[in-house]
């Protein structure tokens, strides 16, 4: 009898310690309720060099907000915007290393990681917003080619969303520009893709790269008289200020990238990584609603607020000698395919 009761006590421990290391080993696994992971704090950053208010600010901040909810208060994302955290450039190369986690920004900046980025710098490349749309959407094959390409550099990044941002237009502190011609001889700023240097050579201005963030100095100080950018970037960094003639060339829909550091989510627990491609997606579809609100609403207060000079152009004009340059330059940047699939949406 008493060699039966030891037996039970023993199969009883067994039982129990066994009940405890496999309670363990399942709360050890990323995302498990009441596990290590579960209980621990995420506080990641997120970077974009414009300034409110602007869509990738409002997109950045959805985001923030969103991801914290949704995990309980686990992840926290500040958001950094003005370009606190450095450029596009210097934010993607530490995000490669996980020293910053997110960034909302143009892909024309991102191009020296990803020069097929250079394709939607093509003027006047899209016929409508649903053309553009569509192009940008989660799985779209455009998109779907984007993510693969950061995957083959082996960039140490990954791409959560596209979203817009509004339209480009021109904008300078000499004459209205109305037509080409109006663009010889002017220094102009452009981000660093040297496809949209070649495109505004042939429209006669004279490229000069430079940070977003300069532009508001260079033009004071003549080292550039003209610049083109969304709507929200004129009013975000006030450059009404210091260019007051505003010409609608709608030649771009602003193309912007929603990356997050590789490193980062593979450290999230797998719940996590679900919560933040989610909420990504969402925010990515909020930042183009707000570029195209934004677009409506601001026009007005330059003109009746700061005494800008709104004028409309000859677009036509534009595209005559744009236009024919799609296919070579598209060529020249590794994009045939993408140029393509952007035609094949219309």
Not at 195 to 210: N, V
């Amino acid at each position: 009898m008493k060699k039966s009761f030891k037996g039970l006590a023993v199969l009883l421990m067994v039982c129990m310690l066994l009940t405890t290391f496999l309670t363990a080993c399942s709360n050890d696994k990323p995302g498990a309720a009441g596990g290590e992971a579960a209980d621990k704090e995420y506080s990641l950053r997120l970077a974009t060099v414009v300034n409110p208010p602007h869509p990738w600010v409002e997109m950045a901040e959805y985001f923030a907000e969103e991801l914290e909810k949704r995990t309980d208060g686990k992840v926290k994302v500040t958001v950094y915007p003005s370009a606190q955290l450095g450029s596009d450039e210097t934010t993607i190369d530490e995000m490669r290393t996980g020293t910053i986690d997110f960034i909302v920004g143009g892909a024309q900046n991102a191009a020296s990681f990803i020069p097929q980025y250079q394709a939607f710098g093509l003027a006047y490349l899209f016929t409508d917003d649903d053309h553009f749309e569509n192009t940008i959407a989660h799985g779209s094959p455009v998109f779907n080619r984007f993510a693969e390409l950061y995957e083959e550099k082996n960039l140490g990044i990954k791409l959560l969303g596209l979203s817009g941002g509004g339209v480009r237009n021109v904008s300078n502190n000499l004459r209205p520009i109305t037509t080409p011609a109006d663009l010889q001889g002017m220094r102009m700023r452009l981000p660093g893709s040297p496809m949209e240097a070649k495109l505004w050579e042939a429209l006669g201005a004279i490229p000069t790269s430079l940070p977003w963030s300069e532009i508001y100095t260079a033009i004071q100080t003549g080292v550039v008289s003209t610049f083109e950018s969304t709507i929200s970037g004129y009013n975000g960094s006030k450059l009404y200020e210091v260019a007051k003639y505003h010409s609608e060339t709608q030649h771009l829909y602003m193309l912007s990238h929603f990356s997050m550091s590789q490193s980062t989510f593979d450290k999230l627990p797998e719940d996590y990584q679900k919560i933040v491609q989610e909420v990504a997606i969402e925010a990515s579809l909020k930042g183009t609603e707000i570029g195209k609100q934004f677009d409506k609403e601001l026009l007005v207060d330059f003109v009746e607020k700061y005494g800008v000079e709104v004028n409309k152009v000859d677009t036509q004009a534009f595209m005559e000698i744009v236009q024919p340059l799609h296919d070579e330059l598209a060529e020249d940047i590794d994009a045939t395919d993408i140029l393509q699939m952007i035609r094949d949406l219309q």
